[in-house]
Nanobody, 116 residues
């Protein structure tokens, strides 16, 4: 059974930073592209970023490009999202997801709130 557990969310002021983590189990992480998706209040799911199995291929939504960095540690079965220069419009529940576009299952999510 695929299990994805996110952590690291919280309340941060505009311009601040957060680092999200995801612990993966129940599948072969080392051969699985991974991604982060988010859902803002009252809106649908939005793909944020994807990463290939070795971590060399990364892609970002235009809305976060240059501010967010996705990475992975295959030895720890872990996925990360470093978020800098956060904006109020980044407020959302962030989900770790299996698959480059997040279409193969996701975790329960962690809330990120950007507000002064």
């Amino acid at each position: 059974e695929v299990q994805l557990v996110e952590s690291g969310g919280g309340l941060v002021q505009p311009g601040g930073s957060l680092r999200l983590s995801c612990a993966a189990s129940g599948f072969t992480f080392t051969i699985s592209p991974m991604s982060w998706v988010r859902q803002a209040p009252g809106k649908g799911l939005e793909w944020v970023s994807g990463i290939g199995i070795a971590g060399r291929l990364t892609m970002y939504a235009d809305s976060v490009k240059g501010r967010f960095t996705i990475s992975r540690d295959n030895a720890k079965n872990a996925l990360y999202l470093q978020m800098n220069s956060l904006k109020p419009e980044d407020t959302a529940v962030y989900y770790c997801a299996k698959g480059f576009r997040g279409d193969s299952g996701r975790g329960q999510g962690t809330q990120v709130t950007v507000s002064s």
